[in-house]
């Protein structure tokens, strides 16, 4: 099982970052998605999930300004965020969690660095 997350970086506030989670050895399809981060100091928060289904939801401080999509055929998932602030400023760790009842699996990346200047 690999989750690899990438497309971080240095940004200022105001530009925008996209980033990916490349997956393999899971069966993505059955799996809600979701992108978590960590700041320094911090505990790790959820930023958003998407289901199989496409269903998707925000933390508050990002809605409206970061975007969470997938493709299935890919088997990738995407955050598009636009808008940076400082605040956002952490470690973008990618995961999967499967909805299936009798599949149970939780698998987690490694991060991506966004730091966003002011």
């Known amino acids: 099982v690999q989750l690899q997350a990438f497309g971080g970086g240095l940004v200022r506030a105001g530009e925008s970052l996209r980033l990916s989670c490349a997956t393999s050895?899971?069966?993505?399809?059955?799996?809600?998605m979701g992108w978590y981060r960590q700041a320094p100091g911090k505990q790790r928060e959820l930023v958003a999930t998407?289901?199989?289904?496409?269903?998707?939801n925000y933390e508050d401080s990002v809605k409206g300004r970061f975007t969470i999509s997938r493709d299935n055929a890919k088997t990738a998932v995407y955050l598009q965020m636009t808008s940076l602030k400082p605040e956002d400023t952490a470690v973008y760790y990618c995961?999967?969690?499967?909805?299936?009842?009798?599949?149970?699996?939780?698998?987690w990346g490694k991060g991506t660095q966004v730091t966003v200047s002011s």
């Open positions: 995961n999967a969690r499967s909805e299936s009842a009798i599949y149970n699996a939780d698998y």
């Open positions: 050895g899971i069966i993505f399809k059955i799996m809600r």
């Open positions: 998407i289901t199989s289904a496409g269903g998707t």
